[in-house]
């Protein structure tokens, strides 16, 4: 089994449709991460949280919300899904020894498309 | 501030053939370097890492990238192209304590027999 799962992997929506994507990791890190990708633009951060108490706006936070429920589990909410985000989605983690060093492991994506 | 520049959004190389796939950095402090693989509906894979030990850094599957701090580059190479290798590569800037980490905009790999 993966080490950081994502779910689901695909989805395609509707516009102004409330949208959900889970992570949940098995590597034991405190700090998880979601990031969108788009061709062209490399990965851009959405949000982080370095401990379950933790949440912090990466840069392009608007439009999303997150939820940390437990050290595992990090989940990213679209409230009112539009179509510019449509992208590909990752759920990352890294704990403190590999943070000092920015070292990331990642999921395998959920791509999403808005009509 | 810190960015990281891609300079080829595509390279084509043929199998056998070295690979370069060039990266440029700047940052007001020490980075931490990375090169991330990305195959085709995968998450990103940690090629190698520089975080301040030797220049020469080794990676997975004969992949390396020197560090050269005059030059603020971090250029990927291999010897001999495989078609395996055929993916998207990313080189990664991130500060000490990986509080912010900056992705370049990717560069395809696409390995010809």
């Known amino acids: 089994d993966a080490d950081v799962t994502q779910t689901p992997r695909n989805r395609i929506t509707k516009t102004g449709k409330r949208i959900m994507l889970e992570c949940s990791q098995t590597?034991?890190?405190?700090?998880m991460y979601w990031y969108r990708q788009d061709p062209g633009l490399g990965l851009r951060l959405i949000y982080y949280?370095?401990?379950?108490?933790?949440?912090n706006k990466g840069e392009i936070s608007d439009g999303y919300s997150v939820s940390r429920q437990a050290q595992a589990k990090f989940s990213l909410s679209l409230e009112s899904a539009i179509p510019n985000q449509t992208a590909l989605y990752f759920c990352?983690?890294?704990?403190?020894?590999?943070?000092?060093?920015?070292?990331?492991?990642f999921g395998e994506g959920s791509r999403l498309t808005v009509l | 501030a810190q960015s990281v520049t891609q300079l080829d959004s595509h390279v084509s190389v043929s199998e056998g053939t070295p690979v370069l796939l060039r990266c440029n950095y700047s940052?007001?402090?020490?980075?931490?370097l990375f090169w991330y693989v990305q195959h085709p509906n995968k998450g990103l894979q940690l090629l190698l890492k520089?975080?301040?030990?030797?220049?020469l850094v080794k990676g997975i599957n004969g992949f390396e990238a020197e560090f050269k701090k005059s030059e603020t580059s971090f250029h990927l190479t291999k010897p001999s192209a495989h078609m395996s290798d055929a993916a998207e590569y990313f080189c990664?800037?991130?500060?000490?304590?990986?509080?912010?980490?900056?992705f370049g905009a990717g560069t395809r790999l696409f390995v010809k027999a």
């Open positions: 990352a983690t890294s704990d403190f020894g590999t943070a000092n060093t920015g070292e990331l492991f």
């Open positions: 590597k034991g890190h405190d700090r």
């Open positions: 949280s370095f401990d379950v108490k933790d949440i």
């Open positions: 940052s007001s402090y020490s980075p931490s």
């Open positions: 520089y975080t301040s030990a030797a220049t």
């Open positions: 990664v800037v991130t500060n000490t304590g990986g509080f912010k980490t900056i």
